[in-house]
Every structure is written in C-alpha cells, then in structure tokens.
C-alpha cells in the first residue's frame, strides 16, 4: 500500500520545527514540512498560496496548516486537489477572527503594529503564541520562530487581518482547543475540540494530535 503524503505548514513567523513532536505510522503516512519564504512585493494570499503550491510534489495530498498556516491551506486548497485539508489552532472565515482582529481591520490599527520590534524574541513569540506564554519558556519556544524578516512580518500581519474568507469550506476539518486565547472557542463553529488545548496545542498537546490524527485523515473520506 501506498503511503499518504501529508504536508504540514506551520502557523506565523514559524518554522517546521513546531511539528518536531508529531509523529504518524510510518506505515501509512509520509510526512513533509512546508516553510515560510519571504513574499513578492503586494503579492496577494492567494498568489502566495500559488507559490506554495509548487513546493507540493504529490497528488491528492493531506495538507494541515496551524494558526495562519492554517489560513494559508485553505487558499491552497483552492487551488489543487487534495485528499484532505486540516487545520489546526485556526479559523475557517473571517467570522471566527476575535473582535480585536475585527476591529484592527475597520480601524487599519494593524498598519499601526511596530513590526521591526516582533524582532525581538519575546514580542514575537507573545504575538505568535498568544500572551499567556510563561517567561521562563520563552527561550524554549524561540526557537519555533525563525522568520523574522519585516517585509514577511508586515505581509503576514496584513493578510490575516484582511483574509476575506466569508463562508467555510465544508469539507475542511478544523481542530481547535477550548482554551485557545488567539481564536477563543467561543467564535469556533464546527470544530473538534480539544480539552485544555491552547494556541500552541501543536507542541504542547502532541500526544492527543499522535493519537487521533491518523483516523482524522482516514475517516470521513472527502468526496
């Protein structure tokens, strides 16, 4: 039998090390990692997503984003078949987005964010994480964030705020925890829900993601 390639994208500013942890059956799945690269000049989400596409080698793949990774597979999604699409620690329209994001985007505040400051280790990684991160693991998660350049930074900002995402694709499967303080649950519409998972599920909450991923990708064929 044939093994399953799953691509995996890693939320803002991240590298692949965040799925260090994730482990599937070698039996069944091949694993990828997908990395940021730096944006063309006005280049748009979704010819960024184009772009990405070329960096898939398989057909019909399982692609699974987190956070603003997350965002970025759907629009690639649209774009080539696959088998199935994941997210993780995400939204599936621009309905889910917190109201800060909601109002940063009527009011162009995110134009106000000092990005050369997300330079700086703890900022990032507050803004990245969430802001419950506990200082004394800040060094341990710095090393997730690795791409730290303006031009990608004042792009990826901009392009999640701006994402124009209205109406969910059905067929994608969305994995959220309860306790996400970046997308709170409480704007999570069909999801699978995780106890005690916060936006960093991916690296703290791997054991569950372990054990239930490989039925996720094989239930529920899409059609």
């Given at each position: 039998?044939?093994?399953?390639?799953?691509?995996?994208?890693?939320?803002?500013?991240?590298?692949?090390?965040?799925?260090?942890?994730?482990?599937?059956?070698?039996?069944?799945?091949?694993?990828?990692?997908?990395?940021?690269?730096?944006?063309?000049?006005?280049?748009?989400?979704?010819?960024?997503?184009?772009?990405?596409?070329?960096?898939?080698?398989?057909?019909?793949?399982?692609?699974?984003?987190?956070?603003?990774?997350?965002?970025?597979?759907?629009?690639?999604?649209?774009?080539?078949?696959?088998?199935?699409?994941?997210?993780?620690?995400?939204?599936?329209?621009?309905?889910?987005?917190?109201?800060?994001?909601?109002?940063?985007?009527?009011?162009?505040?995110?134009?106000?964010?000092?990005?050369s400051l997300l330079a700086n280790v703890e900022t990032l990684v507050k803004y990245a994480f969430g802001e419950n991160i506990i200082s004394s693991r800040l060094k341990l998660y710095e090393k997730y964030l690795n791409v730290r350049d303006k031009?990608?930074?004042?792009?990826?900002?901009?392009?999640?705020?701006?994402?124009?995402?209205?109406?969910?694709?059905?067929?994608?499967?969305?994995?959220?925890?309860?306790?996400?303080?970046?997308?709170?649950?409480?704007?999570?519409?069909?999801?699978?829900?995780?106890?005690?998972?916060?936006?960093?599920?991916?690296?703290?909450?791997?054991?569950?993601?372990?054990?239930?991923?490989?039925?996720?990708?094989?239930?529920?064929?899409?059609?």
């Open positions: 039998m044939s093994k399953i390639p799953v691509y995996l994208m890693p939320g803002l500013a991240a590298s692949p090390t965040i799925f260090e942890n994730i482990k599937l059956p070698e039996d069944q799945f091949e694993l990828y990692y997908l990395e940021w690269f730096i944006p063309k000049t006005k280049e748009t989400l979704s010819e960024y997503a184009l772009r990405m596409t070329k960096e898939i080698k398989h057909d019909n793949p399982v692609l699974i984003g987190v956070s603003f990774g997350g965002i970025l597979v759907q629009e690639m999604n649209l774009l080539i078949p696959t088998k199935k699409t994941i997210i993780i620690s995400s939204v599936k329209s621009n309905k889910e987005m917190p109201t800060r994001m909601k109002i940063a985007k009527k009011t162009l505040a995110y134009k106000l964010i000092p990005t031009k990608y930074l004042d792009w990826a900002i901009e392009s999640v705020i701006l994402w124009s995402r209205v109406t969910p694709d059905k067929n994608i499967i969305h994995i959220h925890g309860d306790a996400d303080e970046v997308f709170p649950i409480q704007n999570i519409k069909n999801t699978i829900q995780v106890k005690g998972g916060t936006h960093i599920m991916i690296i703290n909450k791997y054991k569950w993601i372990n054990e239930n991923l490989p039925k996720i990708i094989l239930e529920n064929e899409k059609n």
